[in-house]
């Protein structure tokens, strides 16, 4: 079964700039896995921020972005704002088949 | 204006079918490349992505559940159904419905505000 892992928890400070990484169980992360990322605030639906890689919805935030880092997908947030604490969850696309990341919760302190 | 609304029952019985309906505005699943696609979330826990169905009526299921699952279109009437079947208590859990704007892509751009289901006795 394939598992895709994020850090469980990051804080970062108003201001400051904060990287999410997604790897998967089976190697590399490529830009084929077509890497989408959600927030999640609590009691919220999830909400789209980037897909296939690092292409932003047109609500996304510009202090957002994604990207391959040493083989995971990332997504960073710089000038991070204290609405942005939230839980984060990736997507990779296996070929049909979609798994969400563990998620990382971010804490703006 | 896309919006999607998932409906079903609260509260189901173990060994039991769960069948969720997702109602949907906005947008069409006989247009190419689109697709609506299901995901659950246990209490305090992670997503879990379920299944997806496409416009031209293929359909995608997560390996693990595949056997309890099916994904269903009414195109006339805007609505996709997923039928789980035995259920158990560990699939206690929000259940999402998600558009799905293109096949290459593989986003979720759009969701509906989740239907919380319980399994018990």
């Known amino acids: 079964q394939t598992v895709v892992t994020q850090e469980p928890s990051l804080t970062v400070s108003p201001g400051g700039t904060v990287t999410l990484t997604c790897a998967s169980s089976?190697?590399?992360?490529?830009?084929?896995?077509?890497p989408n990322w959600f927030q999640q605030k609590p009691g919220q639906a999830p909400r789209a921020l980037i897909y296939s890689t690092s292409n932003k919805h047109s609500w996304t935030p510009a202090r957002f972005s994604g990207s391959l880092l040493g083989g995971k997908a990332a997504l960073t947030l710089s000038g991070v704002q204290p609405e942005d604490e939230a839980e984060y969850y990736c997507l990779l696309y296996y070929g049909g088949v979609e798994v969400f990341g563990t998620g990382t919760k971010v804490t703006v302190l | 204006q896309i919006t999607l609304k998932e409906s079903g029952p609260t509260l189901v019985k173990p060994t039991q079918t769960l069948t969720l309906t997702c109602t949907f505005s906005g947008f069409s699943l006989s247009t190419s490349g689109v697709g609506v696609g299901w995901i659950r979330q246990p209490p305090g826990k992670a997503l879990e992505w379920l299944a997806l169905i496409y416009w031209n009526d293929d359909k995608r299921y997560s390996p693990s559940l595949k056997s309890r699952l099916t994904i269903t279109k009414d195109t006339s009437k805007n609505q996709v159904v997923l039928t789980m079947t035995n259920m158990d208590p560990v699939d206690t859990a929000t259940y999402y419905c998600?558009?799905?704007?293109?096949?290459?892509?593989?986003?979720?751009?759009?969701w509906g505000q989740g239907t919380l289901v319980t399994v018990s006795s």
């Open positions: 998600a558009h799905r704007p293109d096949m290459v892509q593989g986003t979720y751009d759009y």
């Open positions: 089976t190697g590399a992360v490529t830009s084929g896995y077509y």
